[in-house]
């Protein structure tokens, strides 16, 4: 039966149900795949010629991920376009539900379509809907479309907004261009056949490269084909093992080792340790009660829900015991399509003498996040799993070991007496919450205002310290009588100078 849904809404469920995906990554951006396709109809209605508009969908696959790339072909009044596979097997189902979009959003404009496929089109048990575009059989997926004097234009009245509109779509293109890189391109190739080991000229017939080129280009880089198949197999390695369903030996072979003592020495060489003390320093539980090496500081979900949705990723702060000058903090992140993946972190300041506070970039990855921590100094592996269940940020907020952070502490740019601003989380409520500095007539005290924050409490206030240089403190207190101060080791807080 005929969906109770609008045509649209169940035309982009079954692109999402095909696609296994509602979000697209570009750049450090995740888009929801409803508005990116509606940014793509908006801004092919908004063209001045129906030509124009089907340039604008056509351009918009790569953005959309496709399999398949167009070729295009315009004689007079007809237009083909034929669809090549950009895979050795490539899937059209996500392809088919993005044509019949396509066509449900311009059918009222009077061209004639006729669509060719390799393959009948079942919608199981449904009774296929009257707007959907019949197609006939074809060896490759194509589509023609035939133009008459009774073609309408897109929408003549939306053709002011085309310029923006199609900036926006440039810029996405750019965006999507930077994480789908050559290297990210490979390894994504690599990960999809392990455990496979695909040759350097099957990896070139794939990317539409000649041999030399991606050799060349892979060199240039600085890396080779054997070396990011090593990369690959190293964190496929890390996220297999951190699930007690696979032994050691069923990791191995699901990453293309032939035996079990070919993967033992793999992983000897990558980590210094066996696969087994891998897989039990991550399950174990410290009780000592002393400061790990390296814990959670907090993490944000920095999700805009803004016009079009976008997901802007999210930021995780570490703090970590200053063993060693030569060190190196990652954070391993569980993408959309399940594989861990790694990001490194960088050095913002000191929390105590011996405490460093590390943070990673924005991290354009899947929402809800979940991630764990390493940390190597001195020829050893550290880690922060949460206990082996890994951390999983579903909430604005996610604090860690530490009852309150200082997330934001910014001078306002005034030319008169300073005015900071004040951004604190906490796990819990608070009766009273103070900013507290020294000031020559005594103590001076400014009460904060709090709001819920997923689990945690977010307070904020606006202070007028005496000058640039008095530092500042955070008191809460209950009425039991419970006190928490938030000091930052004693030195108080001041704002970083810009």
């Known amino acids: 039966m005929m969906p109770s849904e609008s045509p649209r809404r169940w035309l982009l469920q079954k692109l999402t149900d095909s696609c296994r995906r509602q979000q697209v990554s570009l750049g450090d951006e995740v888009w929801q795949l409803d508005d990116l396709l509606r940014l793509i109809e908006f801004t092919a209605r908004s063209a001045a010629t129906f ?107 939306w053709q002011p907004l085309h310029g923006a509109l199609l900036t926006v779509l440039h810029r996405l293109h750019r965006l999507g261009a930077q994480p789908r890189g050559l290297l990210e391109r490979v390894k994504q190739l690599l990960e999809q056949t392990l455990p496979r080991q695909p040759s350097l000229q099957e990896l ?14 892979l060199h240039s880089f600085g890396t080779t084909h054997s070396t990011l198949l090593e990369d690959v197999r190293r964190n496929r390695a890390v996220s297999l093992l951190c699930h007690e369903q696979y032994s050691a030996t069923q990791v191995g072979l699901q990453l293309g080792y032939q035996d079990a003592p070919s993967f033992q020495r793999a992983f000897r060489r990558w980590f210094g340790m066996t696969p087994g003390r891998y897989r039990q320093r991550y399950f174990e539980h410290d009780d000592s009660g002393a400061l790990p090496a390296v814990s959670l500081y907090y993490a944000l979900n920095q999700l805009q829900q803004h016009s079009l949705r976008q997901y802007s990723g999210a930021r995780i702060w570490i703090c970590l015991h200053n063993r060693a000058f030569d060190k190196s903090v990652q954070v391993l992140c569980e993408d959309k399509d399940g594989i861990w993946r790694p990001y490194a972190a960088t050095f913002e300041r000191f929390l105590a003498a011996d405490i460093e506070l590390w943070s990673t ?23 922060d799993n949460n206990g082996g269940l890994d951390y999983c940020l579903d909430a604005p907020v996610l604090l860690g070991s530490y009852a309150a952070v200082c997330h934001q502490l910014i001078r306002l740019p005034t030319t008169g007496h300073p005015q900071w601003l004040v951004r604190l989380f906490t796990r819990s409520d608070w ?26 409490w977010s307070w904020y206030c606006q202070l007028n310290p005496p000058d640039q240089e008095t530092p500042v403190w955070f008191e809460f207190g209950s009425e039991q009588h419970n006190r928490l101060v938030l000091d930052n080791g004693g030195e108080g807080f001041l704002p970083p100078r810009l």
């Open 51 to 157: 030509s124009q508009s089907c340039q604008v969908w056509c351009e918009s696959l790569p953005l959309l991920g496709s399999e398949w790339y167009p070729q295009w072909q315009q004689h007079d009044l007809a237009l083909l376009i034929r669809f090549e596979p950009l895979v050795p097997e490539p899937d059209p189902e996500p392809l088919w539900w993005l044509l019949q979009l396509w066509h449900l959003s311009v059918q009222e404009n009077g061209a004639q379509w006729r669509l060719e496929w390799p393959q009948r089109m079942r919608t199981e048990t449904e009774v296929v809907p009257l707007h959907l575009l019949a197609a006939s059989y074809g060896r490759r997926p194509a589509l023609h479309l035939t133009l008459s004097a009774n073609t309408s234009q897109p929408n003549v009245s």
């Open 204 to 217: 070139a017939l794939q990317l539409q490269l000649p041999v030399r080129s991606l050799q060349r280009q």
């Open 361 to 383: 970039p924005s991290l354009p990855v899947h929402d809800p996040l979940r991630f764990r921590i390493e940390y190597r100094v001195g020829g050893e592996l550290h880690l």
């Open 431 to 456: 009766p009273r919450a103070e900013a507290v500095w020294n000031s020559s007539h005594g103590e001076v005290r400014q009460r904060m205002s709090a709001e819920r924050c997923g689990p945690a």
